[in-house]
């Protein structure tokens, strides 16, 4: 009986003692042996830290997500000046990443029955104006999600420094387009546009009898957990939102009271933090649903996803639009992604679903005022993601020629001088001066090409509204466009002037 006993004891604490060695080497094992994903994050954290180094970026906040879960976040640099790294809850300006979110609520709405995506927007918004009114009959809200309204681009770019931020602000804008002349039929092409998804905010409203804003906290926000995306500035600084930089010459200068153009609320003026924007990520990447939140079917984010027509920007195709998502190949694997861009932020999302991974990156400067940058970076992380080494940069000649815009007006000054100097040569010895040809060539006409040619640029840029966009966009620009458009147009004049006043003083010929 004893015998038993301390056998069977002893086989049992025998027992116990395996099982104990084998978790504890499967612990140690855990310290020791990185996640399979590792490597890919320690590529992806050592990409961004590159980028941020070679544009001039001040800080910014990352998420991975895999499958259902978040599996890496990581902040870098400086969420404000002198300050602390971005955490996962520090919020930034999402810029378009918006649209995707605004296309969500309306897909919700057509799964409620309260929009059909191919009625005319006139259902919604019986009052909805174009300069031509069988145009804006057949805009239908399926056309503004694939950007396909036949709405221009570049008014849209101009609408985003109006500062109006009265109630009824993107009503306003939209009552406005009453005079705007669309680019082409609807239907007939894609063209990326603002006005689209401003446009799909009332909708939102109309459809839902909710404020656009109070909606998205209802129906999107609050399901998903997203607890530190706002859609008010001043909420967002209260929960530590980063201070944002604009770019001058490449060198990024803080703006942290930079004004939010209310109108533009749903198609680019949301604020989030990266394990937020990991979290909507989750739900596009699992079908609609994140935890025990199901905000849509999955057919229904198929159905955003979906690329339905070619955009193409100055000739180039930039992937298929689908609604708030760029369906694209990368290297023979299937993105969604879209970047957003404010004059002082810029952000990043991509899904690659063939390995159930999702990125967000958020950055406190937007590089140059320019989305294709931001893109550019934006896809070397998701190339990273797919296992794919990120394409070569291809656009850093930019921030070269943002360095280099102070020539415009020092080459200005330099060529005045000069001027002024030959001038003074011809007055002090009369048989120096040029006549003929070579006067009106080589000293009025072929100078007169670079100076007006600068006021040009300037008159353009006013009158088209252009210039407002810039100096909020681009500032740099802008104030080079002013300085040398506004020299150059006088200059010519007095140039000229004082040209012809010096080749007919003298009358004695010259050989």
């Not at 830290?49 to 400086?78: C, K, N, T, W, Y």
């Not at 040209?499 to 010929?509: F, T």
Request: glycine content about 10%; some cysteine; proline content about 7%.
């Amino acid at each position: 009986m004893n015998m038993r006993k301390i056998l069977s004891s002893s086989l049992l604490a025998g027992g116990l003692l395996a099982l104990l060695f084998r978790l504890a080497g499967r612990l140690l094992t855990a310290r020791v042996v990185p996640e399979p994903g590792a490597r890919t994050y320690e590529a992806l954290d050592s990409y961004v830290e590159e980028q941020m180094r070679r544009l001039h970026i001040p800080g910014a906040s990352l998420a991975v997500v895999e499958g259902d879960r978040i599996v890496h976040l990581r902040g870098f640099g400086r969420a404000r000046p002198g300050g602390e790294t971005p955490g996962p809850e520090t919020p930034f300006f999402i810029g378009s990443l918006t649209k995707s979110i605004t296309a969500l609520a309306v897909m919700q709405l057509v799964e409620a029955g309260r929009v059909d995506l191919d009625a005319p927007v006139q259902r919604c918004l019986p009052w909805f104006r174009l300069a031509d009114p069988g145009a804006a009959a057949q805009v239908t809200v399926r056309h503004l999600l694939n950007q396909t309204s036949g709405l221009p681009l570049w008014p849209s770019e101009v609408a985003s420094a109006d500062f109006d931020d009265r109630t009824g602000a993107v009503e306003r804008q939209v009552r406005a387009l009453a005079t705007l002349k669309t680019g082409s039929p609807p239907g007939a092409k894609c063209e990326y546009s603002n006005f689209n998804y401003n446009i799909l905010g009332l909708v939102i409203e109309a459809a839902s009898g909710e404020a656009y804003a109070d909606y998205l906290q209802k129906h999107i926000f609050e399901p998903l957990g997203m607890q530190h995306t706002f859609t008010s500035k001043a909420e967002a600084k209260r929960c530590g939102l980063a201070v944002g930089h604009r770019h001058w010459f490449s060198m990024p200068i803080p703006a942290p009271d930079l004004r939010v153009p209310a109108g533009s609320l749903p198609s680019g003026q949301l604020s989030s933090c990266a394990q937020d924007m990991a979290r909507y990520l989750i739900a596009h990447l699992n079908g609609g649903r994140c935890g025990q939140a199901q905000i849509l079917s999955p057919a229904g984010i198929a159905e955003l996803h979906r690329g339905a027509a070619d955009l193409e920007f100055m000739g180039v195709k930039t992937g298929r639009y689908g609604m708030g998502w760029f369906d694209t190949d990368l290297d023979g694997v299937r993105v969604y992604s879209h970047s957003g861009n404010v004059p002082d932020f810029s952000a990043f999302m991509a899904l690659v679903p063939e390995c159930r991974r999702g990125v967000v990156l958020l950055f406190n400067a937007d590089p140059y005022g320019l989305p294709v940058v931001t893109e550019e970076v934006g896809m070397g992380a998701a190339a990273l993601l797919a296992g794919r080494p990120p394409a070569p940069v291809r656009l850093d000649f930019i921030q070269w020629i943002m360095r280099l815009l102070p020539l415009i007006p020092l080459l200005q000054g330099v060529e005045a001088l000069a001027s002024l100097r030959a001038l003074q040569r011809w007055r002090d010895d009369p048989q120096r001066r040029p006549r003929g040809g070579r006067l009106w060539g080589r000293h009025i006409l072929l100078p007169l090409l670079p100076n007006l040619a600068m006021a040009g640029i300037l008159a353009a840029l006013q009158s088209s509204g252009m210039i407002r966009f810039f100096h909020l966009f681009m500032p740099d620009i802008a104030w080079t466009a002013r300085i040398s458009g506004g020299f150059g147009g006088i200059w010519a004049v007095v140039r000229t002037g004082l040209i012809l006043r010096a080749a007919g003083k003298y009358s004695e010929p010259i050989e």
